[in-house]
DNA sequence: AAATCATATTAATCTAGTTTAACTTTTATT
DNA sequence: AATAAAAGTTAAACTAGATTAATATGATTT
């Protein structure tokens, strides 16, 4: 793998957990390297979800498809964030989300059975990833209370201050999917914005 | 601690990890147990998180108040579930949550002082409590799904589904509130399910 | 048994957000 | 530059769920 990509993920690993030499070559040497081209997907709905990726650049989506084909964009991932269908990683069965590229995105790829062989070799890493969940987790229960608690205008406005790198790289349709509420009324919500100040 | 009060804990994490018995002594000699009554906070928004808790009997509900003052109920955990709040309690800042027994409550708590000790000792269980919360936020990153795709009517008979053992122990006003919808609603919906069958 | 307090129901009115559909603007393709 | 395709806007009619308020039921206390 190309050495300054690899070094990418090293330094936020480094933020958690501080690796030795050793520990920085062996992780390398197992973790994958891949660029997806805007469009193509990374996971499926239905596949069986092999590898949890680390987003080097780009973007992606993760959404699902409800019965009457209706697209729930789920999360957003950039630089320095994950990607994939953890429910289907951890226990190796159907995928219950798309992932797909929204522009050309690098990544490092964690493959499922070579995971437990790195953690073997470098326990650190478990110490690294239950901190990252941990994190995660605690966003996921807060987003949940956001949805319950607040408007769709404040949850418009949270989500823009929350993420402005996010908001403008991607068509406004689908920031509506991701705030739960259609095309049209964040078309108002926005208006009204514009009309307040 | 009461031996057989510490044996419940022990089973459950030997469901994901394999402890030596030297280990689960370790364990036993660290943790606390302590038992609540019904209506007391084991949590209080704004105080800071000190424990980690599993529930060896009855029952919490996780909330939040908002600026109008209205309840949110974030979570229900009974008997072999987990209760606190983990934002709080890993960054060790103000609470948003309380937590609050309702019923009496047997706890198996983990101080916050003593974790990081607990994971020097017994390295397993860094990798028991990622596996723990690996579940537990593909799990909330569900209910996100289920919120946005699903209407009042069908999240409600899903958690009926999913926890028949809570619903029968607690109110329906709390039930409404943990499906963000009002108890007025809940009561419509369960006598629109009445006329149906 | 009466009184009180918490919980649940019902119904009328209201509103945040959806649906449908026509139109405009922006971006990509030839 | 012209055309097509994708993304965004506006507005009218509609609906899921909220609000308000009155009533009913059920526990708990005295």
Redesign the pocket.
């Given at each position: 793998m190309i050495k300054e990509k690899g070094q990418l993920l090293l330094d936020y690993i480094n933020r958690y957990v501080s690796l030795t030499e050793e520990e920085e070559n062996t992780l390398l040497s197992k973790v994958v390297y891949r660029s997806y081209l805007k469009g193509q997907f990374i996971v499926q709905q239905g596949d069986i979800c092999k590898y949890e990726c680390f987003v080097l650049s780009g973007c992606t989506k993760t959404f699902y498809i409800d019965d009457e084909g209706q697209e729930h964009i789920v999360m957003f991932s950039i630089e320095d964030w994950w990607t994939a269908d953890m429910g289907s990683f951890i226990t190796q069965t159907p995928a219950d989300y798309n992932v797909q590229c929204l522009e050309k995105t690098e990544l490092i790829m964690f493959p499922y059975d070579i995971i437990e062989d790195l953690y073997a070799a470098i326990p650190k890493l478990e110490r690294f990833f239950r901190q990252i969940i941990q994190k995660a987790f605690v966003a996921s229960q807060k987003r949940i209370v956001r949805s319950f608690s607040l408007?769709?205008?404040e949850r418009y406005v949270y989500f823009r201050n929350q993420y402005p790198k996010i908001e403008q790289r991607i068509?406004?349709?689908m920031i509506a999917s991701y705030l739960?509420?259609?095309?049209?009324?964040?078309?108002?919500i926005?208006?009204e914005l514009i009309a307040e100040q």
């Open positions: 408007s769709a205008k068509p406004q349709y739960g509420i259609t095309k049209e009324f964040l078309s108002k926005k208006s």
